[in-house]
């Protein structure tokens, strides 16, 4: 109804199709989650980043997961499914760039292995259209 009128009024041309970009989903890592909960009487938020570097103090896990897609990997979608509702303080070091500083894991191997979290990407394999009623 309201494509239709929009169509009539705004002479609105407009359609739908599929594209391809990725998502990230946080999950809890099958080794346990690895950050702590902020302690209660401090109610300061406070974040530092840099390159190959990220501290959140007093942060949720949605708050984590959209530093994680915005300012890291620069993506706009992410989708926090570690179902935690906690605040928590998260330290985190990773490489930016592996080739010069092997020492450092990759951001992907850091939320496993420092967090206890896994970033993941979603794969559909198969959809179709739905039959009728």
């Not at 020492?103 to 850091?110: C, N």
């Given at each position: 109804?309201?494509?239709?009128l929009l169509t009539?009024?705004?002479?609105?041309?407009?359609?739908?199709?599929?594209?391809?970009?990725?998502?990230?989903?946080?999950?809890?890592?099958?080794?346990?989650?690895?950050?702590?909960?902020?302690?209660?009487?401090?109610?300061?938020?406070?974040?530092?980043?840099?390159?190959?570097?990220?501290?959140?103090?007093?942060?949720?896990?949605?708050?984590?997961?959209?530093?994680?897609?915005?300012?890291?990997?620069?993506?706009?979608?992410?989708?926090?499914?570690?179902?935690?509702?906690g605040i928590y303080?998260?330290?985190?070091?990773?490489?930016?760039?592996?080739?010069?500083?092997?020492?450092?894991?990759?951001?992907?191997?850091?939320?496993?292995?420092?967090?206890?979290?896994?970033l993941e990407i979603?794969?559909?394999?198969?959809?179709?259209?739905?039959?009728?009623?």
């Open positions: 109804m309201l494509k239709a009539d009024r705004f002479h609105l041309a407009a359609h739908t199709e599929m594209r391809a970009h990725e998502v990230y989903i946080l999950t809890v890592a099958k080794t346990g989650l690895k950050v702590k909960e902020s302690a209660a009487a401090d109610t300061t938020m406070t974040n530092r980043m840099g390159t190959g570097h990220m501290n959140l103090h007093k942060t949720s896990m949605r708050r984590l997961a959209d530093f994680l897609s915005g300012e890291v990997l620069k993506m706009s979608e992410r989708i926090d499914m570690t179902n935690l509702k303080d998260v330290t985190l070091d990773w490489s930016a760039e592996e080739a010069l500083n092997p020492e450092k894991p990759s951001l992907f191997t850091a939320v496993t292995e420092q967090l206890g979290l896994k979603p794969v559909i394999d198969r959809a179709e259209k739905p039959s009728e009623n």
